[in-house]
Nanobody, 124 residues
Framework: QAQLVESGGGLVQAGGSLLLSCAASGRTFSNRRMGWFRQAPGKERELVAA????????YYTDSGKGRFTISRDNAKNTAYLQMDSLKPEDTAVYYCGITSSNSYYYRSDTYDYWGQGTQVTVSS
């Protein structure tokens, strides 16, 4: 069992930055790959970034490559998404999740646990 709680969302102007946090409870966090997804109104949930169990390997989709940085601190059961150079098209609800899949971590249907989401709004 695990519970995930995101925080750090808000309203920011284009070009600004936000740091999202995902705090996890339970023992499963450090044993699983972790991903940050986002979902805009009327769109499917999409992967932004993922990180391996130990944090040594990261993966970014085109949505976040070069602007976002994913990290994790297993000692604190917390993961982060640093978002820089934000654009209006980054506006969405951002979710963190954990998965036991090493091959299909880019698919939301492989994730076992999700947080409730945090709203990020980027104004132009």
């Amino acid at each position: 069992q695990a519970q995930l709680v995101e925080s750090g969302g808000g309203l920011v102007q284009a070009g600004g930055s936000l740091l999202l946090s995902c705090a996890a409870s339970g023992r499963t966090f450090s044993n699983r790959r972790m991903g940050w997804f986002r979902q805009a109104p009327g769109k499917e949930r999409e992967l932004v970034a993922a990180i391996s169990r130990g944090g040594g390997t990261t993966y970014y989709t085109d949505s976040g490559k070069g602007r976002f940085t994913i990290s994790r601190d297993n000692a604190k059961n917390t993961a982060y998404l640093q978002m820089d150079s934000l654009k209006p098209e980054d506006t969405a609800v951002y979710y963190c999740g954990i998965t036991s899949s090493n091959s299909y971590y880019y698919r939301s249907d492989t994730y076992d646990y999700w947080g409730q989401g945090t709203q990020v709004t980027v104004s132009s």
